[in-house]
């Protein structure tokens, strides 16, 4: 597991004339990691890096850059939630249709659902400045702003304004971190996750990429309840994937979104919205998908997919035969996704999210991402079947 790293001056070795960190009433997983961590700085004596300040891992014998955590801390921020904790960060895509850059919040959908993204409905933030004091900022929406939420992945993207977006900038000093989109985060890669662990002071740790899993990373940095919706940020600073959970049911790793997958959901969906070419007649990229009727159902059981349970319109699966594994299907607003993994259970969201999505598209591999059947490619009849949808663009969403 990574190191924990406290932003709250409290917690550096200066705190106390021998040294040694105070102790304090933190998770016992957490307390473990911070009791190891240093941060050193041209007072200490001990110089790492070009300009003294950097911090240092004694577990690992690494260290990681002070100016990178100062960065990416100004993106950071806690989700306010009246039935559960989070984190989110500020962050900007690249620019768009609309020819500048599409910024704003970014947390998970568990954290921030489809009640607090109605119109009407005030976010509240919570950042810290460089002196490690909190300050609340209110983030409106109406029915000009543009948000997206995906269940299956869990995740969940809110516009900021253009004018909120640099009174954020210039005022608060806030930063919106760019995101790595044009290569593919690799195995073994070291990451770092700034989060409010149990909701409390912003905190920092770093950890490596342990697995890639259809649509998700699998890492081992280390997080803790109210850390869901952290950014997950590369050596050089940039969001490479959003945390969203601990996985203890098999693997017993952490689970983020690997945002290159995520910056082509919202970045095809906002070019429709910028262009008016939603064909629902809403200003807000739909959240659910249709309701299909009984022809279209029909129409996809004529494919080959069959609804998993009886009234289902979501999942399907495409059922196995003699040398044939079943895929299965899940339907969401923005496209279609498959997995050869089943369900555990297939009523039960957190179920679904364990398995290893792909997602369908004209430009995606058809070769398993993770699992037993990493790197195989789907039967003939389901590679005719995954075209056919793509064929059908948005006839089914």
Same mark, same amino acid.
């Given at each position: 597991m990574g190191q924990l790293l406290s932003s709250s001056p409290s917690s550096s070795p200066s705190s106390s004339p021998s040294g040694k960190k105070k102790k304090k009433k933190v998770p016992r997983s957490l307390a473990m990691e911070q009791q190891e961590a240093m941060l050193v700085s041209h007072t200490t004596g001990r110089q790492t890096g070009d300009d003294g300040n950097e911090m240092f891992m004694p577990r690992s014998g690494k260290t990681v850059p002070l100016s990178l955590f100062l960065r990416a801390r100004r993106s950071a921020c806690k989700v306010h939630n009246p039935t559960s904790m989070g984190s989110g960060f500020l962050l900007a895509w690249p620019a768009t249709a609309a020819g500048s850059e599409l910024v704003g919040l970014m947390t998970n959908h568990h954290v921030l659902g489809y009640d607090r993204l109605a119109a009407g409905e005030v976010i509240q933030l919570q950042f810290c400045d460089e002196h490690g004091k909190t300050f609340a900022v209110a983030l409106?929406? =109406?029915?000009?702003?543009?948000?997206?939420?995906?269940?299956?992945? =869990?995740? *969940?993207?809110?516009?900021? =304004?253009?004018? /909120?977006?640099? /009174? +954020? +900038?210039t005022e608060r000093g806030l930063q919106f971190l760019n995101c790595c989109h044009q290569s593919t985060t690799i195995v073994g890669q070291r990451v770092h996750i700034l989060q409010h662990?149990?909701?409390?002071?912003?905190?920092?740790a770093t950890g490596r990429v342990c =697995?890639?899993?259809g649509s998700d990373l699998f890492h081992d940095v280390t997080t803790d309840y109210g850390s869901s919706g952290s950014m997950i940020i590369n050596d050089r600073g940039d969001a490479v994937g959003l945390h969203r959970a601990r996985r203890t049911t098999d693997f017993n790793v952490n689970v983020g979104v690997d945002l290159l997958h995520v910056y082509d959901k919202i970045g095809r969906l906002y070019r429709q919205w910028c262009t008016g070419l939603q064909t629902n007649g809403t200003i807000m990229a739909p959240f659910r998908p249709s309701i299909l009727s009984e022809e279209q159902l029909q129409m996809l059981s004529g494919l080959g997919l069959k609804p998993a349970f009886?009234?289902?319109?979501?999942?399907?699966?495409?059922?196995?035969?003699?040398?044939v594994t079943a895929l299965w299907f899940y339907r969401t607003s923005h496209g279609w996704y498959w997995t050869p993994t089943e369900p555990a259970t297939l009523l039960n969201l957190d179920h679904l999210r364990e398995c290893n999505w792909m997602k369908?598209?004209?430009?995606?591999?058809?070769?398993?991402?993770?699992?037993?059947?990493?790197? /195989?490619?789907?039967? *003939?009849r389901n590679?005719? +079947?995954?075209?056919?949808?793509?064929?059908?663009?948005?006839?089914?969403?």
């Open positions: 409106p929406v =109406d029915r000009t702003t543009f948000r997206f939420t995906c269940t299956l992945l =869990d995740f *969940t993207f809110v516009q900021i =304004d253009g004018a /909120q977006a640099q /009174q +954020l +900038l662990p149990r909701g409390e002071q912003l905190s920092v =697995d890639r899993w009886p009234g289902s319109l979501q999942l399907f699966v495409s059922p196995s035969s003699l040398f369908i598209a004209p430009s995606c591999s058809l070769r398993v991402v993770g699992g037993y059947w990493s790197g /195989q490619e789907p039967a *003939t590679i005719h +079947l995954i075209n056919k949808l793509i064929a059908s663009g948005t006839t089914y969403l």
